[in-house]
């Protein structure tokens, strides 16, 4: 497909000595003890600041100061390949750690770990790599961790920790349901306890709607199978191979669900067909919706709630898109569960010519889309390719303004990255931080004149990253539209 990017929309202290200082001294010595006691390394961090950044990477979790760049008193260790971090309400942070199949829990207002770290499963399942954030319904609200595993005998699962406010249940364990095969994404109805979750490498179940209304006895009450995705056996593109050596693997990596008709989206990467789902019906179905696209996956819906955007790793550069294009972006309407767009995503912006063929950002592809409140901009992270010396130094962004009809404007320059590298959105929706792993630094971009306001030095990577303010609340949360 060579489609540019105006192709046609239709497919678009006093002195002396206190007599009651040595009982002070005694009590700040106990509290003192009491705060190493609770976390693994942290020390009392009462003068919260307006908003914080909290950062982690492989070994240790930390936390800045947003508006001065101050690193924060405070530090949780034995942090291992922590993943999807994510702030609550109340200014809680809890982060999957994918290293040791645990849950951490941190007070974000004092960096003080709460409580024993929860193992993300209760069966025995492999790594927990995605975390989302339930809607609230009847006063519930869940944190669910997905569990990845492709080896032998080793289950995959979702697992619901409770958000209740209620002490008894506040973030305890209460529920766990088996999965297919491989790694997962999920996106959930607003309007009833239903989510769907997809298997990145499972022909029997590709996708499953689960009903989590008896958090104690999750259902499963539709499943996609390789025949339902239209895996006939025809020919080797209609033949469903996770081995990829007689047919093709579905690698379903991406889902999120519009408002209005419960409908999400979810994308088989491996043929570039989404998968439009019924969530809400009786017997939940699925309809294939062919693009002209393959890979990348990540999906998102536009803040409007009709409109779906999923991201697409080709057509590119080298094969048969455009020279500086790096994939595309597929949107859907969600009401008709129809395909009304495909925008080529070009590395500098819309106008880029040159070719990233011989430069660091050759490889390079679409990995993360995050909309402003208004719906009128969306900011897309990209990953390089896989290589040492590969890297990344731009923002996408796109006008959304007309969500059937995206234009892709000037791409934002940041700092280096190699592979993929962390971002967040203040709760506010006003500031985009993007971590920048070969800098030591994060790109500060604001949101509504998608320029880097600043650069901050930061000392780690950034692998996952999230903020909480005492105004804006807790940054952007996966959950139930995403």
């Not at 660091?360 to 896989?386: C, M, Q, R, V, Y």
């Not at 006008?399 to 590298?421: E, M, T």
Request: negative net charge; glycine residues 12%.
């Amino acid at each position: 497909m060579k489609t540019r990017h105006d192709a046609s929309p239709s497919i678009r202290t006093g002195r002396g000595i206190s007599p009651q200082l040595p009982a002070l001294l005694a009590g700040l010595a106990f509290a003192f003890l009491q705060g190493c006691m609770q976390s693994d390394s942290g020390n009392d961090n009462t003068a919260t600041p307006d908003q914080t950044l909290f950062t982690a990477q492989d070994g240790s979790l930390i936390s800045y100061d947003l508006a001065t760049g101050t690193l924060l008193p405070g530090k949780i260790t034995d942090v291992k390949s922590p993943t999807d971090m994510q702030t609550l309400a109340d200014g809680t942070l809890m982060v999957n750690l994918s290293g040791s199949n645990e849950i951490l829990i941190v007070d974000g207002k004092t960096m003080l770990q709460k409580g024993p770290r929860i193992p993300s499963s209760a069966i025995g399942a492999g790594k927990p790599v995605h975390s989302y954030i339930t809607p609230e319904l009847d006063g519930r609200r869940f944190w669910m961790s997905l569990n990845d595993s492709s080896a032998a005998g080793t289950p995959n699962s979702a697992r619901f920790v409770s958000l209740d406010p209620d002490p008894a249940k506040y973030l305890k364990a209460a529920g766990e349901v088996g999965l297919g095969t491989g790694h997962h994404k999920a996106a959930f109805s607003p309007d009833k306890a239903r989510v769907v979750i997809s298997n990145i490498a499972d022909c029997k179940d590709i996708m499953s709607v689960f009903d989590y209304t008896d958090i104690g006895d999750i259902r499963n009450i539709a499943t996609l199978d390789s025949l339902g995705a239209g895996f006939d056996g025809s020919d080797k593109q209609h033949i469903c191979d996770q081995s990829k050596l007689r047919g093709i693997a579905p690698s379903p990596h991406g889902c999120a669900t519009a408002k209005g008709p419960a409908h999400a989206l979810c994308n088989m990467t491996g043929n570039g067909v989404l998968v439009a789902v019924d969530l809400d019906a009786a017997a939940p179905g699925f309809k294939l919706i062919p693009t002209q696209g393959t890979g990348a996956g990540y999906t998102a819906a536009h803040p409007g709630g009709r409109y779906v955007y999923s991201l697409q790793s080709a057509p590119r550069e080298g094969g048969t898109g455009w020279p500086c294009q790096v994939g595309q972006v597929a949107v859907a309407d969600m009401q008709a569960d129809t395909l009304v767009s495909e925008l080529p995503l070009l590395y500098a912006g819309p106008d880029c010519k040159d070719p990233l063929a011989g430069t660091p950002a050759d490889g390079s592809s679409p990995s993360h889309t995050l909309f402003s409140p208004d719906g009128a901009k969306a900011f897309i992270n990209l990953g390089s390719a896989s290589g040492a010396d590969a890297r990344v130094d731009r923002q996408l962004v796109l006008d959304v303004s007309d969500p059937a009809r995206p234009k892709q404007l000037a791409s934002i320059s940041i700092g280096s990255s190699n592979g993929s590298h962390g971002e967040t959105m203040t709760g506010d929706g006003k500031w985009i931080i993007v971590a920048n792993n070969k800098d030591a630094s994060v790109s500060i971009i604001d949101v509504a004149t998608a320029t880097v306001s600043r650069t901050m030095p930061i000392d780690n990577a950034g692998k996952t990253m999230a903020t909480f303010g005492t105004a804006e609340g807790p940054s952007h949360q996966v959950g139930p539209f995403h």
